[in-house]
């Protein structure tokens, strides 16, 4: 059992894909206990509240124990303003047909059905801190391992995953992958790697999805940083964050 984990452990296949694995694996869990009752307690109508934060801590000690295998390039200031500006672009265009949708007042109409591959549906069904308003520290404990979750796992995960192993996988045949430099350019590697981010969301996020892939692909390219990928990432998810407690709109949660 040691020698197994021990191999595990130094595998940087395992240690860039597995904790997105695991993230997405651990994101299955609510689905386990919740139930759609609002005469119910919050815990049991949204599991999220009690579970993310487990998760969170789970996945942030995966990525601690493989943390060896992580090379994150230094990070230029031009290349931290490139990730900047990706990332404010990137989450307006995943935000804005929610914003169309909810300004429109569509929520008490029926719009066509093809209008939801372009993101415009409602946004209001998701992970809800007022469910906790009655519990001011239980609300402000969710939403700081929200934000945790979202701005330092997310992230982290996802970009690890994307970007610094399938991006390089693709290129390199029957060589590692970690022969691939970072920020290497192939089509091939383009579309399979923005079409696997697209594909692990949501059917109304696919167009956003596609074009936030897209972003952070071409930042790798244009920085050769997976730092700044990681950057990018964070900021976007930050800013999507104030959004949403901004507006409401607590399906893109």
């Known amino acids: 059992m040691k020698a197994a984990l021990l191999a ?4 940087p296949t395992a240690a860039h894909v597995g904790p997105l694995v695991a993230f997405m694996l651990l994101s299955m869990v ?3 206990f919740q139930v759609e009752n609002s005469a119910l307690p919050w815990y049991i109508q949204q599991p999220e509240h009690w579970w993310y934060p487990i998760q969170t801590v789970l996945c942030a000690g995966l990525l601690f124990w493989w943390c060896k295998h992580y090379q994150l390039a230094p990070c230029q200031p ?3 303003a490139l990730a900047s500006l990706a990332a404010a672009l990137g989450i307006a265009l995943w935000s804005l047909p929610g914003f ?4 429109w007042h569509l929520t008490d109409s029926t719009p066509p059905s093809w209008w939801q591959w372009l993101g415009l549906a409602d946004r209001s069904d998701g992970f809800d801190p007022t469910l ?7 609300q402000k404990i969710s939403l700081i391992f929200r934000f945790a979750r979202s701005t330092l796992v997310v992230p982290l ?6 970007r610094g192993w399938l991006m390089r996988y693709v290129i390199a ?9 970072f920020g290497t350019h192939s089509w091939k590697a383009f579309w399979i790697t923005t079409l696997a981010v697209t594909l692990i969301h949501n059917p109304e996020d696919w167009a956003a999805a596609f074009l936030w892939g897209s972003l952070v692909y071409a930042l790798a390219i244009r920085t050769k940083s997976l730092r700044a990928c990681i950057v990018m990432h964070a900021l976007g998810n930050l800013l999507l964050g104030i ?4 507006s409401g709109q607590y399906g893109y949660w």
Do not use: M
Request: aromatic letters at 12%.
């Open 132 to 138: 906790l308003a009655d519990h001011p520290l239980g």
């Open 173 to 181: 045949g029957d060589k590692p992958f970690t022969r691939i430099p």
């Open 30 to 32: 609510p689905g386990w």
């Open 8 to 11: 595990l452990r130094n595998n």
């Open 78 to 80: 031009t290349h931290l």
């Open 157 to 162: 995960v996802e970009e690890l995953c994307w």
């Open 243 to 246: 959004y949403i407690l901004k």
């Open 100 to 103: 169309l949708f909810q300004s």
